[in-house]
């Protein structure tokens, strides 16, 4: 129902910054609830930030993130941004957004579209 691109992901320094973004296609983002996640090799894919879809647009965090990382959205764009502050070597993963019919923002299994992903790494 709706393609998910990922972009954005890169090498950085500890305390940097970056932008992902995650361009959809058949449908506005406004109309998703979307989330990003992220996974390290040899773990488990976790919960990062997700915004309600419309007409609510609450913002959600992991804990671990809170407070360094911002979700946005541009609806005329269709596009989903992961603004990443004051990265740790911590934040090193595969970054993925995920599109969700529904409300519910935290939960995994209520994204049913996936992007590939993009690598973020973190030096020391």
């Known amino acids: 129902q709706v393609e998910l691109v990922e972009s954005g992901g890169g090498l950085v320094q500890a305390g940097g910054s970056l932008r992902l973004s995650c361009a959809a296609s058949g449908r506005t983002v406004s109309s998703y609830t979307m989330g990003w996640f992220r996974q390290a090799p040899g773990k488990e894919r976790e919960f990062v930030a997700a915004?309600?879809?419309?007409?609510?647009?609450?913002?959600y965090y992991a804990d671990s993130v809170k407070g360094r990382f911002t979700i946005s959205r541009d609806n005329v764009k269709s596009t989903v941004y992961l603004q990443m502050n004051s990265l740790k070597p911590e934040d090193t993963a595969v970054y993925s957004c995920?599109?969700?019919?529904?409300?519910?923002?935290?939960?995994?299994?209520?994204?049913?579209?996936w992007g590939q992903g993009t690598q973020v790494t973190v030096s020391s």
């Open positions: 915004i309600r879809r419309s007409p609510d647009g609450s913002t």
């Open positions: 995920a599109a969700s019919y529904y409300y519910t923002a935290t939960q995994e299994t209520s994204f049913r579209s």
